[in-house]
């Protein structure tokens, strides 16, 4: 017996399918087919094993399980019949195919996206180092959108841009078909982006992520807390609130009164409350300091800007027993969950990425007030 199973494992194909199987299964997570139609601007279907991308951490401890199942599996049916029955991808396909087919219902990245190309109808600027882009589809009307989703970009001209950059939507004007977009020039992509011009047009991948909750009953009062760029979604989220029946009220933050963007236009959806660090504008202090905090009680809060100051306020909104939402700016790629360069350790331990699960989460559910 023991010999009979020394030479089960000394076997060469079992010892080659071992060795192989790591590099099968590193292409298997990383590699994913096309999630595009040539021939359509359709969000097609990604391959299944997108589908534990997120939660990697979780899934990563079996595969050496499933590595060796399979080499064995391959192996004794090598013997038997001579030939490769199925590739490690195969394998776990139809290992796991039911477990994709119930994820395949409950991720938003199956809700339909699209890349379009959009043109530029209107750029402004409004302030040194920021530009914002008004654009609309070159034909049809812009699909739904939420509040806090993002788009990808597709930087044009730039030899240093490979990858998409992903930019918040500022607003969404449907009655003329337009798509803003506030963008802050930093890098060479967004310095690429912030050149620009009306009539020019950019590719884009949209509507990405999950994005803020919008109460299930009318008359609740929804304080946004925003900081820097971070202003910029909560802008649309304040228009979807009010038009929902509630009561957004606006609590912006910047080192002076010259960094706060907009203001005209949050004023159209709600109350404004300006905090900067010089008091140039409004109180002096950081938003977590502001006189209105004491003065009256919210429903929930979202908030979106630097880390530290999202922190703060999620630290804020525990203590008054608040419950808060924060839209993260992790540093993305893809957009869709596969590259895991945006994930965000949660409080249970798992990491999620912020690009797919997010980019806004509950903070009860972030490490953030441990």
Same mark, same amino acid.
């Given at each position: 017996?023991?010999?009979?199973?020394?030479?089960?494992?000394?076997?060469?194909?079992?010892?080659?399918?071992?060795?192989?199987?790591?590099?099968?299964?590193? &292409?298997?997570?990383?590699?994913?087919?096309?999630?595009?139609?040539?021939?359509?601007?359709?969000?097609?279907?990604?391959?299944?094993?997108?589908?534990?991308?997120?939660?990697?951490?979780?899934?990563?401890?079996?595969?050496?399980?499933?590595?060796?199942?399979?080499?064995?599996?391959?192996?004794?049916?090598?013997?038997?019949?001579?030939?490769?029955?199925?590739?490690?991808?195969?394998?776990?396909?139809?290992?796991?195919?039911?477990?994709?087919?119930?994820?395949?219902?409950?991720?938003?990245?199956?809700?339909?996206?699209?890349?379009?190309?959009?043109?530029?109808?209107?750029?402004?600027?409004?302030?040194?180092?920021?530009?914002?882009?008004?654009?609309?589809?070159?034909?049809?009307?812009?699909?739904?959108?939420?509040?806090?989703?993002?788009?990808?970009?597709?930087?044009?001209?730039?030899?240093?841009?490979?990858?998409?950059?992903?930019?918040?939507?500022?607003?969404?004007?449907?009655?003329?078909?337009?798509?803003?977009?506030?963008? &802050?020039?930093?890098?060479?992509?967004?310095?690429?982006?912030?050149?620009?011009?009306?009539?020019?047009?950019?590719?884009?991948?949209?509507?990405?992520?999950?994005?803020?909750?919008?109460?299930?009953?009318?008359?609740?009062?929804?304080?946004?807390?925003?900081?820097?760029?971070?202003?910029?979604?909560?802008?649309?989220?304040?228009?979807?609130?009010?038009?929902?029946?509630?009561?957004?009220?606006?609590?912006?933050?910047?080192?002076?009164?010259?960094?706060?963007?907009?203001?005209?236009?949050?004023?159209?959806?709600?109350?404004?409350?300006?905090?900067?660090?010089?008091?140039?504008?409004?109180?002096?202090?950081?938003?977590?300091? &502001?006189?209105?905090?004491?003065?009256?009680?919210?429903?929930?809060?979202?908030?979106?800007?630097?880390?530290?100051?999202?922190?703060?306020?999620?630290?804020?909104?525990?203590?008054?027993?608040?419950?808060?939402?924060?839209?993260?700016?992790?540093?993305?790629?893809?957009?869709?969950?596969?590259?895991? !360069? !945006?994930?965000?350790?949660?409080?249970?331990? &798992?990491?999620?990425?912020?690009?797919?699960?997010?980019?806004?989460?509950?903070?009860?559910?972030?490490?953030?007030?441990?």
């Amino acid at each position: 017996m023991i010999f009979k199973v020394f030479y089960f494992f000394s076997d060469k194909r079992l010892i080659e399918n071992i060795f192989h199987v790591p590099w099968s299964a590193f &292409h298997f997570f990383l590699l994913f087919s096309p999630c595009f139609s040539s021939n359509t601007s359709e969000f097609i279907e990604p391959p299944f094993y997108l589908y534990l991308m997120p939660n990697i951490s979780t899934y990563f401890p079996y595969i050496p399980i499933l590595a060796c199942i399979y080499a064995a599996t391959d192996c004794a049916l090598f013997k038997k019949r001579g030939n490769k029955i199925f590739s490690f991808d195969a394998f776990t396909r139809k290992l796991l195919c039911n477990f994709a087919l119930t994820r395949i219902k409950q991720q938003t990245i199956f809700m339909k996206k699209y890349v379009k190309d959009l043109q530029i109808a209107e750029v402004e600027i409004p302030r040194e180092g920021y530009i914002l882009l008004k654009m609309q589809p070159i034909d049809g009307i812009l699909p739904e959108i939420m509040p806090g989703q993002f788009v990808e970009i597709q930087v044009p001209d730039s030899p240093t841009t490979f990858l998409r950059r992903p930019i918040s939507v500022n607003f969404v004007d449907y009655e003329k078909n337009q798509l803003w977009l506030l963008i &802050h020039a930093v890098g060479d992509g967004t310095k690429r982006l912030a050149q620009c011009q009306k009539g020019d047009k950019l590719n884009c991948m949209f509507p990405l992520g999950n994005g803020f909750t919008i109460p299930e009953t009318d008359g609740k009062k929804v304080l946004l807390v925003g900081g820097g760029v971070g202003t910029a979604p909560l802008l649309y989220f304040g228009k979807t609130l009010r038009e929902a029946g509630c009561e957004p009220v606006f609590l912006l933050g910047g080192r002076t009164g010259n960094d706060l963007m907009q203001l005209q236009d949050f004023e159209q959806y709600g109350r404004i409350y300006v905090t900067t660090e010089d008091a140039s504008m409004g109180e002096k202090g950081f938003v977590t300091n &502001h006189s209105i905090l004491t003065k009256e009680k919210f429903d929930s809060v979202s908030t979106c800007g630097p880390k530290p100051m999202m922190v703060a306020v999620a630290r804020w909104a525990a203590s008054v027993g608040v419950p808060c939402e924060a839209s993260l700016e992790n540093l993305m790629a893809c957009g869709l969950g596969a590259c895991l !360069c !945006c994930v965000e350790k949660m409080k249970d331990g &798992h990491n999620l990425c912020v690009c797919k699960e997010g980019p806004v989460f509950n903070t009860d559910k972030l490490s953030w007030l441990d």
